[in-house]
């Protein structure tokens, strides 16, 4: 079954892109909220979140006009990413399994390593 893509105003993907731009501190673990006007469609987290976002405008499976972005510690990444879905429960995170946070405990138990 193929994916269906939304088609974003190109108006709004610009100024998507400008806001990116403008991201100070991207290399750091992010969680990020993708908004519909004033309605929370999507939660998710990210190390590189540009580059996410980026991947959500290019792939156009969720439609969405702005977003906010929270900085967080590597370990709280995926905790505060599902206290929002919990919260708002967005529509795009139907499928969210807490296996994404099995994969996260292994890249903090590596980073503390380091």
């Excluded at 939304?6 to 892109?17: E, G, H, M, T, Y």
């Excluded at 290399?27 to 908004?35: A, D, F, G, R, S």
């Excluded at 972005?69 to 139907?94: A, G, H, T, W």
């Amino acid at each position: 079954m193929a994916l269906k893509r939304i088609k974003i105003d190109r108006s709004i993907k610009v100024r998507i892109l400008n806001e990116l731009l403008n991201i100070s501190d991207n290399e750091k673990p992010h969680v990020y909220i993708l908004k519909d006007d004033d309605d929370i469609v999507y939660v998710g987290s990210s190390i590189n979140v540009k580059s996410r976002l980026g991947t959500h405008l290019s792939q156009g499976l969720k439609y969405f006009n702005s977003f906010e972005i929270k900085s967080c510690l590597l370990e709280d990444m995926v905790i505060e990413e599902r206290k929002l879905i919990e919260e708002f429960l967005p529509k795009y995170n139907k499928n969210f399994k807490m296996a994404k946070g099995e994969r996260f405990t292994i890249i903090i138990k590596k980073k503390l390593k380091q």
